[in-house]
C-alpha cells in the first residue's frame, strides 16, 4: 500500500460536514459517519478487493439523489471526495498498525457506546463473507473479531425498543449466547474491538497483497532461444531473423 497520502484526513469540521451530507443524501438508508468509520476498517482488512461503486452504494443508500451520486452527477462531488478521503485514512492508520483511532459517537453524557461502529464493520464482513473464513478457523487468531460481533448482538439489547422485529432481534442474540455488555465493560470491550480488528488486519495482509499483485503473463508458445530455427520459417537463426528486429 502507497501511505504517501494524496490529502490529509478530515479534520473534525470535515467530519461534521460529511455527517450532514450523509444525512441530506438519503435520511433513511446512508450510513452515520461513526458506521462508515467501522465499514472502511472492513474493507481495508478483507482479503478480497471489493470494487468502489459496490461499496458506495451501500454507504449512501437508495434514494434517487444516491443514484445520481453514483453516476458521477449531481452537486454531491464533495461528499464523494470525503467519503474517499477517510477510507484512505482509514486504510493508512491499519497499515501503519500503530494504534488505530475510531471515530466514535458520543451522547449527551460523553459515553461511546461503539454499537454503530462495530454494525459499519459487520456491514463491510458482509461484502464478502466467505473471505473471512479463514480467520474465524484461526487457532490463534479466531476470536480476534468476537469484540466486535458481542457489540453488534449489543444493539440489539435496547430496552426502548418496540414491536416484533426488535424482540425477536433480542432473542436471537441471547440465543447465540450473548449478554446486554454493562457499563463498567464496555470501554474495555470497545478497545479489544480495536486491538482485534488490527489483529484481522495483520492476519491477512499476505493475501491482500496476492489479491492486489498483477497478474503473471503466460505465454502461449514456449519461449524461442536465440540459436532457435525462426517461427516465420524463414530458416534462418531467431536471432538473425525476428530476434534481430526485436533489438532495434
Known amino acids: 500500500m502507497n501511505t504517501s497520502a494524496p490529502n490529509p484526513p478530515l479534520t473534525d469540521a470535515e467530519i461534521e460536514s460529511l455527517e450532514a451530507r450523509l444525512i441530506a443524501i438519503d435520511p433513511d438508508d446512508s450510513m452515520a459517519v461513526e458506521e462508515l468509520d467501522g465499514?472502511?476498517?472492513?474493507?481495508?482488512?478483507?482479503?478480497?478487493?471489493?470494487p468502489r461503486d459496490e461499496w458506495l452504494e451501500?454507504?449512501?443508500?437508495?434514494?434517487?439523489r444516491?443514484?445520481?451520486?453514483?453516476?458521477?452527477?449531481?452537486?454531491?462531488?464533495?461528499?464523494i471526495k470525503l467519503i474517499e478521503r477517510h477510507r484512505f485514512a482509514v486504510a493508512t492508520m491499519l497499515y501503519e498498525g500503530e494504534g488505530f483511532a475510531p471515530v466514535l459517537a458520543y451522547d449527551e453524557d460523553g459515553k461511546a457506546w461503539g454499537n454503530a461502529w462495530a454494525i459499519g464493520f459487520a456491514r463491510g464482513m458482509a461484502m464478502r463473507p466467505d473471505a473471512w473464513s479463514a480467520i474465524e478457523d484461526d487457532e490463534d487468531y479466531g476470536d480476534a473479531l468476537e469484540p466486535v460481533m458481542r457489540l453488534v448482538a449489543d444493539a440489539h439489547f435496547d430496552t426502548e425498543s418496540e414491536g416484533?422485529?426488535?424482540?425477536?432481534?433480542e432473542l436471537n442474540a441471547e440465543e447465540e449466547g450473548y449478554e446486554p455488555i454493562s457499563d463498567d465493560e464496555r470501554e474495555s470491550v470497545i478497545h479489544a474491538m480495536l486491538d482485534g480488528v488490527q489483529d484481522a488486519y495483520d492476519f491477512y495482509r499476505e493475501a491482500r497483497e496476492?489479491?492486489?499483485?498483477?497478474?503473471t503473463?503466460?505465454?502461449?508458445?514456449?519461449?524461442?532461444?536465440?540459436?532457435?530455427?525462426?517461427?516465420?520459417?524463414?530458416?534462418?537463426k531467431f536471432k538473425a531473423c525476428c530476434g534481430a528486429q526485436s533489438v532495434h
Open 210 to 215: 496476492r489479491a492486489l499483485a498483477p497478474a
Open 39 to 50: 465499514f472502511c476498517a472492513a474493507l481495508a482488512c478483507c482479503p478480497q478487493p471489493v
Open 217 to 236: 503473463i503466460r505465454r502461449d508458445q514456449p519461449k524461442v532461444g536465440r540459436n532457435d530455427p525462426c517461427s516465420c520459417g524463414s530458416g534462418k
Open 164 to 169: 416484533d422485529e426488535a424482540r425477536d432481534d
Open 66 to 79: 444516491a443514484a445520481v451520486a453514483l453516476r458521477g452527477e449531481g452537486d454531491d462531488a464533495t461528499l
Open 58 to 64: 451501500m454507504v449512501l443508500g437508495e434514494s434517487d
